[in-house]
């Protein structure tokens, strides 16, 4: 069965980025853009505390006209972050990303946050398994 910590492997890099909740919205966008990704997982004290994404700041700030550099990540959090730990089947975290409607995932292990996946590492990972799967087959050919 593949797993999660499969898919942490696969991707090659290690960067967990995460944020504290006390943080300005501002300063959340200002590194979910140096880093191009839509979401941060929220740490506080060692442990996950919430997420914020592109649509809660959307959703949450812009449309209710709050300033961003004055609001607190933790005003507009999602703070029911759903999550999942490294031995968790992919076919499981597919299921949950597309029934709860969510694309980061963090995967925490006893030491805490071990990684983020993203419905596109799911797929990509599962292309290029499928891709090497089909590589290693040696081919037949059938003469007449």
């Known amino acids: 069965m593949q797993t999660v910590k499969d898919i942490l492997q696969d991707k090659g890099y290690h960067t967990r980025w995460s944020?504290?909740?006390?943080?300005?919205?501002?300063?959340?966008?200002?590194?979910?853009?140096?880093?191009?990704?839509?979401?941060?997982?929220?740490?506080?004290?060692?442990?996950?505390?919430g997420e914020i994404s592109e649509r809660?700041?959307?959703?949450?700030?812009?449309?209710?006209?709050k300033p961003a550099s004055d609001t607190a990540v933790s005003t507009i959090m999602t703070s029911n972050v759903y999550f999942v730990m490294p031995e968790t089947g992919i076919e499981?975290?597919?299921?949950?990303?597309?029934?709860?409607?969510?694309?980061?995932?963090p995967v925490l292990d006893d030491g805490g946050l071990a990684g983020i996946i993203s419905i596109g590492n799911i797929m990509r990972f599962v292309l290029y398994s499928n891709a090497r799967r089909k590589a290693s087959r040696p081919y037949h050919t059938c003469k007449r």
């Open 19 to 49: 944020f504290i909740s006390i943080a300005t919205v501002y300063s959340a966008l200002e590194l979910m853009d140096e880093i191009n990704v839509g979401a941060l997982t929220l740490i506080d004290e060692g442990e996950l505390f």
């Open 56 to 65: 809660d700041c959307t959703r949450k700030l812009i449309l209710q006209a």
């Open 92 to 105: 499981k975290c597919t299921m949950l990303m597309s029934e709860n409607k969510i694309r980061p995932l």
